[in-house]
């Protein structure tokens, strides 16, 4: 069945460093790919998506790449800020739409000054 | 330009009691959905309602939980006899469209379950 396997946390950072989350991802057919982002107290917010292979998502410095190759949406970003401190789900889509998505377990980011 | 809410936001029960959950869509939205973290592990989808309809329950355990989506009021989930086991936090999203470009599912902020 459809399943996505994220890098566990917690992840902690200094202000201005590099961030990679890794997500990889099992599905038939053509999935959609999602990042979602859930600050402390708060509802998850979708971050990115890509649609189709080779789709770069992009949003506040965020990337990710749509590889199929690898089966990978790998999250990055060039220089965090305390402010990204929050927890990440990578999740998946298998209708090309969103109906019924399919999540990680979360990635729990801090940012130290 | 409220969100989806949900309220309680906690929520403590013992075994054998019946919680209910509820969830408010943004305003114009017609599609809900409920989602289940356990502990440790990611959000499950359970189940996809559009007004006054099932669409989805393929998440749902068969037994003691249910939901609905009335033509007025919020999304209800109900989980009767509850156990040890239904700790949880459970997340609500709801979408302008189930399918196309609005269909982008927008969470509220989840209630979370605790059995004693």
């Known amino acids: 069945g459809d399943s996505v396997t994220q890098m566990e946390g917690p992840v902690t950072l200094s202000e201005e460093a590099f961030l990679t989350i890794n997500c990889t991802y099992t599905?038939?057919?053509?999935?959609?790919l999602f990042w979602y982002v859930q600050y402390p107290g708060e509802g998850l917010q979708l971050l990115l998506k890509?649609?189709?292979?080779?789709d770069k998502g992009s949003n506040k410095g965020f990337e990710a790449t749509y590889r199929k190759e690898t089966t990978s949406f790998h999250l990055e970003k060039g220089s965090v800020q305390v402010s990204d401190s929050a927890v990440y789900f990578c999740?998946?889509?298998?209708?090309?739409?969103?109906?019924?998505?399919?999540f990680g377990t979360g990635t729990r980011l801090t940012v130290i000054p | 330009n409220a969100g989806v809410m949900q309220n309680p936001r906690h929520l403590v029960r013992r075994r054998g009691q019946e919680a209910r959950l509820r969830c408010s869509p943004v305003?114009?939205?017609?599609?809900v959905y409920w989602y289940r973290q356990l502990p440790e592990e990611g959000l499950k989808f359970m189940v996809y309602?559009?007004?006054?309809?099932?669409?989805?329950e393929s998440g749902m355990p068969k037994e003691r939980f249910s939901a609905e989506f009335p033509k007025e009021g919020p999304s209800i989930l109900r989980i009767q006899q509850v156990v040890r086991g239904d700790s949880a936090a459970y997340f609500c999203?709801?979408?302008?469209?189930?399918?196309?470009?609005?269909?982008?599912?927008?969470f509220g902020p989840g209630t979370r379950l605790t059995v004693l």
């Open positions: 309602l559009q007004k006054e309809n099932i669409i989805d």
């Open positions: 305003k114009g939205h017609s599609h």
């Open positions: 890509a649609t189709k292979a080779d």
């Open positions: 599905a038939t057919g053509y999935p959609s």
């Open positions: 999740a998946l889509s298998d209708r090309g739409g969103a109906n019924n998505l399919f």
């Open positions: 999203a709801s979408s302008a469209e189930g399918q196309g470009i609005n269909n982008e599912q927008f």
